[in-house]
């Protein structure tokens, strides 16, 4: 079998990051975001090697030559244009098969350390969350993995990060996907609202949202307040703040592993690059059997 000279792979997302993707509102800060990372990392970071290596690469992301990294301040939001581009034409042929809605979940085995984060682990994470979305009734999905930094105002518990998933699928019954998917994803004390559902009604944000490039450092509070009929309550709140440079630079190290295409959660949906082209196809089960990607 002849090898092509560019390994074209018709189903890595990166391979499709055209320059065009990344032209346009914000593209000279986020040529300024990436000169700051590669300071961080030079000057913090200048004994480990890892870092180092990181810097080189989003030192060497040039236009026509692209790094296509994920934690890189310029390629990730061209990723970012680009599956919410592809989802929307996806999501153009869904429309009359029920209600499009976008499901936000944070999984309680999506909890780990620091050091745990790791891209095998994500991939079995994705693996398993597909299969409890297929339990709740989910049929297709087009979603990615997000991350975030939690912690609690008085430490009620551990710091943590919380790999979690957010995207697009399809119901005739809202109600009953909630619930199912409440089933397969229950609360815990650190999270007391681990899935969230929503109509989708066409706003381009919520595409936008699906490859965010930026990651927050969450720190909840019980100490919150919420107006209901009755007046004033307090309630469970969270306050949205910068990552710390440590914790900005450990997510960098592990996103350069991850890839973009890691956090891809497509279920019965595959990515597909034909060249000048991209498209997210249906992929009913019994054409591809479970390996879906
Ligand atoms: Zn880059």
């Not at 790791?118 to 969350?129: E, F, G, I, L, Q």
């Not at 990615?144 to 609690?152: R, T």
């Not at 790999?163 to 409440?182: N, P, Q, S, V, W």
Request: with cysteine.
């Amino acid at each position: 079998m002849s090898k092509s000279p560019l390994h074209f792979n018709p189903t890595r997302f990166e391979g499709a990051l055209s320059e065009k993707l990344y032209i346009g509102f914000a593209s000279a800060s986020r040529k300024m975001e990436r000169e700051k990372l590669i300071r961080l990392l030079r000057t913090k970071h200048k004994d480990n090697d890892e870092a180092q290596t990181l810097a080189d690469k989003l030192e060497a992301c040039k236009k026509n030559k692209r790094c296509q990294l994920a934690p890189c301040p310029e390629c990730a939001p061209a990723g970012q244009k680009l599956l919410a581009k592809v989802a929307a034409t996806f999501l153009a042929k869904q429309e009359g098969a029920g209600h499009l809605v976008c499901v936000s979940i944070v999984p309680a085995d999506g909890v780990c350390k620091p050091k745990d984060l790791d891209p095998a682990y994500a991939a079995r994470n994705v693996r398993r969350w597909k299969e409890r979305l297929g339990r709740a009734g989910v049929t297709w999905f087009v979603g990615a993995l997000d991350y975030s930094l939690n912690e609690h105002d008085t430490a009620r518990y551990k710091p943590h990060w919380s790999e979690h998933i957010y995207g697009l699928t399809t119901t005739t019954d809202m109600d009953r996907l909630k619930k199912e998917l409440r089933k397969q994803f229950p609360v815990t004390e650190a999270i007391p609202r681990p899935v969230k559902v929503k109509i989708w009604d066409g706003d381009p944000d919520a595409l936008a949202y699906l490859l965010k490039p930026n990651y927050w450092r969450r720190v909840a509070t019980d100490d919150g307040e919420r107006f209901t009929k009755n007046g004033m309550r307090s309630c469970r709140a969270t306050d949205k703040q910068r990552l710390r440079s440590k914790e900005r630079v450990r997510l960098a190290l592990y996103l350069d592993e991850l890839g973009l295409h890691g956090r891809l959660v497509l279920r019965w949906a595959q990515f597909v690059n034909r060249g000048a082209t991209a498209s997210i196809e249906e992929r009913a089960p019994k054409t591809v059997g479970t390996r879906i990607a």
